[in-house]
């Protein structure tokens, strides 16, 4: 059987394509490049060699179960297999003939059992086909996870229309609910309104979490007290099963209840010195010490983007105390949402309340940012600390493996200083987040930041080669690459453009080889050019600069280089016509210094050269 298997960018570099070459049995030499969406990546072709089903399926059965994301396997009997349940049976059918096979103990055959309590115990199948059918006829089973998840999604939107209510985000517990039954049946049940006094986070969280229940919202976006439940059992009257799962509730509502109320007898101030307990790395300290660097940072931040660095400071501060709160001891995901609503029962500051919150964000892919400069000020300050630590004792990520999200705090940070438009240099802070750390890794986190800010731009829609140009110059300004890229691919849409592109290409070049044997030149000199040519070419530089420059420093990026088009035709005539590294030292330096302008101006903020194919 002949297979393509994409694999790592060819920007990932040439170990990544040795490693990728040697998993598939193939040379480095023989890997071919494709371009996709996201850029050039390696594809190795193989070929294995084919083999009778009876051989191989059970093998393939058991592997795939192997690397299944099940965290607690357990053992049953006297055998040796383990898996997240006892296995009873195994169905392994190729039309109406059993395949052969043993996978976790079992014997392959061609009987099921239906649901537990609704279906038929034993149930013989004439051939592989009629599977699913028989499940759902005879055994009240719905097989199909996507039709079984599509029956429970239907069932509970036109239960919460008929409680006037909303389901709000629960497409992760649908998922997740789906896998736990299967003929489900949804009824809806209440709880005792007093507990809305707590906040709607944690009956939400203990709801979903613990008893996989589907919370209702109102109009507005506030808990009822009512939830929904997928059941396992269809019946007439589901009132037993509605009581009993309203009467298993409400302890847990208790539960929050009380962690609550317990938690703000405390004042979060109170609680600061405790984190010095609490260890963030064994190499990098307590989560105190954490603390404080954060909060040099955070304000060294909010100062640099001229709001109040005392709420910073002080958001910063109190950033990291609910970790140590009884409801954040049950419900790590709370973190952040409860020291907002513990500072504000503490009379903080809103804006120092809401950093405490925001600064965990984004969270993943896709995640809201935080609102306002104080709030990105520690958002920032909070991911850059994780990021320069780990760096500076090289725990970095590795191939898949990133144990400790490092890639996702350094799209963060890109996404808080991009997206919200923050007048930062990236690599300041870089800088100022490595001071208190005596490991000297810069440079790794600056190539980091960049390979990150790669992917991001490529996923919003512009080319490789547009990234490219204006990544390779390394921009400090991060917040202004959306409009630089806008800017460049305006530019590529000219008709000028190509020619252009390969000309700084070609000036590159020169200037590259000029430069590794020793040349040195300075500004050019028109009393000292001699052809038509070159005379033109300055000419026109001199008049494409000077209309340039209002340009570049109001923010026209794009007028910035199209104001250059005009020197296509000047461009093509030198260098049709002079030769640049001439006999004649002087002249030569001094076209080598014109080209040298000329470089400098197209590409003040983009490589040009890199639009050339």
Same mark, same amino acid.
């Given at each position: 059987m002949h297979s393509d298997t994409s694999g790592p960018s060819v920007a990932a570099g040439t170990k990544a394509a040795e490693g990728f070459a040697k998993k598939y049995g193939v040379t480095v030499d023989a890997l071919k490049r494709v371009s996709t969406a996201k850029g050039e990546v390696y594809v190795a072709s193989y070929t294995t060699k084919g083999a009778q089903l009876d051989d191989v399926l059970a093998q393939k059965v058991d592997a795939a179960l192997k690397v299944l994301p099940i965290s607690k396997v357990m053992r049953w009997g006297e055998g040796e297999a383990q898996f997240v349940r006892p296995v009873h049976g195994l169905v392994m059918m190729h039309g109406g003939r059993v395949v052969p096979g043993t996978v976790l103990g079992v014997p392959a055959g061609n009987t *099921?059992? /239906?649901?537990? %309590?609704? /279906?038929a115990a034993s149930i013989r199948l004439a051939n592989a086909d009629e599977y699913e059918a028989r499940l759902l006829k005879d055994g009240r089973v719905i097989a199909d996870f996507a039709a079984r998840k599509s029956e429970i999604d239907k069932q509970l939107l036109a239960e919460a229309k008929r409680q006037k209510a909303s389901l709000g985000e629960y497409q992760d517990l649908l998922g997740e609910v789906t896998a736990l039954v299967e003929f489900p049946a949804v009824y809806a049940g209440e709880f005792d309104a007093s507990f809305l006094e707590v906040p709607q986070e944690c009956l939400i969280l203990t709801m979903r979490q613990n008893q996989k229940y589907f919370p209702l919202f109102s109009p507005d976006g506030k808990l009822l007290p009512k939830f929904l439940i997928v059941s396992n059992m269809r019946v007439d009257d589901p009132r037993p099963i509605v009581d009993g799962n309203e009467r298993v509730v409400r302890p847990r509502l208790e539960d929050a209840r009380f962690f609550f109320n317990q938690d703000q007898k405390t004042r979060l101030e109170a609680r600061v010195p405790q984190l010095a307990k609490v260890v963030f790395h064994n190499k990098l300290g307590s989560q105190l010490e954490r603390m404080q660097r954060i909060k040099l940072l955070a304000g060294e931040i909010a100062r640099s983007l001229r709001v109040g660095v005392i709420q910073a400071e002080r958001a910063a501060e109190l950033s990291k105390v609910d970790l140590l709160t009884a409801m954040v001891g049950e419900f790590p995901e709370l973190q952040g949402v409860m020291g907002r609503y513990y500072a504000l029962h503490d009379s903080e500051p809103r804006e120092v309340a809401d950093a405490i919150e925001q600064h965990y964000r984004p969270r993943f892919a896709g995640d809201k940012l935080p609102e306002g400069p104080i709030a990105s000020a520690v958002a920032l300050a909070d991911k850059l600390d994780s990021l320069a630590g780990l760096f500076s004792i090289k725990e970095?990520? *590795?191939g898949d493996k990133d144990p400790f999200g490092l890639r996702r705090a350094a799209l963060g940070v890109i996404r808080i200083v991009v997206e919200n438009q923050l007048p930062l240099s990236l690599w300041d802070l870089v800088n100022a987040a490595f001071e208190p750390f005596k490991g000297k890794a810069q440079m790794d986190l600056q190539m980091f930041f960049t390979e990150r800010m790669r992917s991001y731009f490529l996923e919003r829609g512009y080319s490789a080669n547009e990234v490219e140009a204006v990544l390779s110059l390394n921009p400090v300004a991060i917040a202004l690459?959306?409009?630089?890229?806008?800017?460049?691919? #305006? %530019?590529?849409?000219?008709?000028? #453009?190509?020619?252009?592109? #390969? #000309?700084n290409k070609r000036i590159a070049n020169i200037l590259r080889q000029a430069e590794a044997k020793g040349e040195a030149f300075g500004d050019a000199d028109v009393s000292a050019l001699k052809e038509p040519a070159e005379i033109s070419l300055f000419e026109a530089l001199q008049t494409a600069s000077r209309s340039a420059k209002p340009l570049f420093e109001s923010g026209d990026f794009a007028g910035y280089l199209k104001a250059f088009a005009a020197l296509k035709s000047p461009v093509d005539s030198f260098f049709d016509v002079v030769m640049v590294m001439t006999d004649d030292k002087k002249l030569r330096e001094n076209r080598l210094a014109l080209l040298t302008a000329m470089r400098k101006a197209m590409n003040r903020f983009s490589d040009i050269s890199k639009l050339a194919t």
């Open positions: *099921t059992s /239906g649901h537990r %309590f609704m /279906g970095l990520p *590795t690459i959306p409009k630089q890229l806008e800017a460049v691919r #305006a %530019f590529s849409a000219l008709p000028e #453009a190509a020619s252009l592109a #390969a #000309a």
